[in-house]
């Protein structure tokens, strides 16, 4: 089935330091993939998304590109800051039929340091 | 805009008893989704309203059933509630569930069954 895996961590940075937090995809249809971000006693909110191959999806300086050849939608951010620390989801929909519902990770926790 | 609203934010009930939350789409947002939220099994999804017809349904018991209204608000209700049912419980409207048409997820009701 339909599926998305990405690294759990939980992963603990110091500030200004490089972020990657690899996502995988199962490669069914032609799904659009997005991240979220859940900050602590709040819902999820949208990051960044792309829906094709080769798309570059980015938004307060986090970039993911959907790299179907790889099925991965790595998500990353050249300088990490404080505020950045929550946990950040990757999902999946699919496109066409009636699967009205995306497929989310397990999430990823992010600490920042400073 | 005011975003989703979902309520109350929390609840505690006993096992056995049945409860029902609330939320409040975006104006205009037609389509409502809920998610359930635990630290084991992470974000799943529980079902998609559009116009008021259910379109899409998880993997969960019957005792999870939900609705929606003419205004596009929406209810969910679980019966018989057992421990595992601890949760949080995420509601999120849009347009259309779709690629072009993200999420907007609530706040979310912590539940908590003792």
């Known amino acids: 089935g339909d599926s998305v895996t990405q690294m759990e961590g939980p992963v603990t940075l110091s500030e200004e330091a490089f972020l990657t937090i690899n996502c995988t995809y199962t490669a069914t249809g032609y799904p659009s993939l997005f991240w979220y971000v859940q900050y602590p006693g709040e819902g999820l909110q949208l990051l960044l998304k792309a829906t094709k191959a080769d798309d570059k999806g980015s938004n307060k300086g986090f970039e993911a590109t959907y790299r179907k050849e790889t099925t991965s939608f790595h998500l990353e951010k050249g300088s990490v800051q404080v505020s950045d620390s929550a946990v950040y989801f990757c999902a999946r929909l699919n496109s066409g039929g009636s699967n009205y519902k995306l497929t989310f990770g397990k999430g990823t926790l992010l600490t920042v340091n400073p | 805009k005011a975003g989703v609203t979902q309520t109350p934010r929390y609840l505690i009930k006993t096992r056995g008893q049945q409860v029902t939350l609330s939320c409040s789409p975006i104006?205009?947002?037609?389509?409502v989704s809920w998610y359930q939220q635990t630290p084991g099994q992470g974000l799943q999804f529980l079902f998609e309203?559009?116009?008021?017809?259910?379109?899409n349904k998880g993997n969960f018991p019957g005792r999870f059933s939900g609705r929606q209204f003419s205004n596009s608000r929406s209810e969910m209700n679980v019966s018989t509630l057992e421990l595992g049912d601890s949760a949080l419980y995420l509601c999120?409207?849009?347009?259309?569930?779709?690629?072009?048409?993200?999420?907007?997820f609530g706040n979310g009701t912590r539940l908590t069954v003792t």
């Open positions: 309203y559009f116009s008021e017809t259910q379109r």
């Open positions: 104006s205009g947002h037609r389509s």
């Open positions: 999120a409207s849009s347009l259309e569930v779709s690629y072009n048409s993200p999420l907007h």
